[in-house]
């Protein structure tokens, strides 16, 4: 019935035009529609044809996940077929229809943002950044490839302890499509219209999370990149073996410049601590935070002093041997102090 519908649809002339599969939709077309109508200006007013007519699909100046081709000269990006194998620069995960086209208009889009050239090194950062830390998850979503190996798991006898809810990326297009006993209308035209306009809220609810990135790495992300490096260079007048990072003025996103710079650095060895202020203003108080084992783990490098953790205020003074203490939380992967001076005295008494 749907494919009745598409196929009495007709591109307009002189209308950019995109097309992609109709029926059931995912994560991977909906940001790649996306990506193209929202951040590049030759798709900013495309039409949207959603079928698997050959015919119509041939008509369309852009394709997107479904005609068995990939070929960037005549903007072909679809993944399905047997012998597709491309990945991402220096990535193992096989492209879907959003990997696609971020790979080939990513840059663009992130030099955009920037106003930079798109073979600059920031943009080139920003460009890895996101495929890594948003794009890829939607292209193994979609290939069906899991971010544990199975067979590691289960040899190792681990077990999941809970339910996430399956609150994935691509769980939340994919609760968007109708439900299987949803009303569907009689006229062909009609269900298609209402299954493209479920597609139109998908690829905008995904395009905002994609936008949201795009904004914290080009905005955040980057410009922390030299508020990191500063503090890194400078570890050594807080602790002899660099073991203390101090911010001076501001708290900024700094794990993953962290790791980067000890990487480039590895004679420099590990910083366990990081310093703070909570907010920029002379009066402010300091956060003392672990560094973590890795960005999103749980476990640090070197936890505050188990004897501190869970305590608060002038109790925690009389513990700890440190006036001005605010607390240690009790897992100790981060505590506080009312002044500077004692969140390093802090942080050197935990190195002890």
């Not at 996306?34 to 041939?58: S, W």
């Not at 890829?136 to 798991?153: K, Q, R, T, V, W």
């Not at 996430?164 to 439900?179: D, E, S």
Request: proline share 5%.
């Amino acid at each position: 019935m749907a494919e009745n519908a598409a196929k009495r649809l007709k591109t307009d002339s002189g209308v950019v035009a995109i097309g992609t599969h109709n029926g059931h939709f995912h994560a991977d077309e909906a940001l790649a529609v996306y990506m193209l109508r929202k951040h590049i200006p030759t798709y900013a007013n495309a039409k949207l044809v959603r079928t698997r007519d050959p015919k119509l699909l041939d008509e369309c100046d852009i394709v997107v996940d479904v005609g068995g081709e990939y070929e960037p000269a005549r903007h072909r990006y679809d993944h399905h077929q047997r012998t597709f194998s491309t990945t991402f620069p220096e990535r193992a995960t096989k492209l879907s229809s959003a990997g696609l086209v971020y790979m080939h208009f990513g840059k663009q889009i992130i030099a955009r943002r920037l106003s930079k050239p798109e073979d600059s090194e920031q943009v080139g950062l920003i460009w890895n950044k996101i495929y890594q830390s948003f794009v890829e998850a939607l292209d193994a979503h979609d290939n069906g490839i899991s971010a544990y190996d199975a067979a590691g798991l289960a040899a190792a006898g681990l077990e999941k302890k809970f339910s996430n809810g399956g609150f994935t990326l691509g769980a939340m297009v994919g609760r968007l499509n109708p439900n299987w006993n949803d009303p569907i209308p009689e006229d062909p035209v009609a269900a298609q219209e209402a299954e493209d306009k479920r597609f139109e809220l998908a690829s905008q609810r995904i395009g905002e999370e994609f936008d949201r990135d795009l904004d914290y790495f080009t905005s955040a992300w980057l410009p922390a990149r030299e508020v990191v490096d500063e503090a890194f260079s400078a570890r050594n007048e807080y602790d002899a073996g660099g073991r203390i990072m101090v911010l001076k003025k501001q708290s900024a996103p700094w794990k993953d410049h962290l790791y980067t710079l000890e990487e480039q650095n590895p004679e420099a060895g590990k910083v366990l601590y990081v310093l703070y202020p909570e907010k920029p203003t002379p009066d402010a108080k300091w956060r003392i935070q672990c560094v973590p084992v890795t960005k999103d783990s749980f476990q640090s490098r070197k936890p505050l002093p188990e004897a501190w953790r869970g305590f608060r205020d002038e109790e925690l003074d009389g513990i700890s041997g440190v006036p001005g203490s605010v607390f240690v939380h009790a897992a100790g992967f981060i505590g506080g102090n009312k002044t500077f001076e004692g969140a390093l005295a802090m942080a050197q008494k935990a190195l002890l």
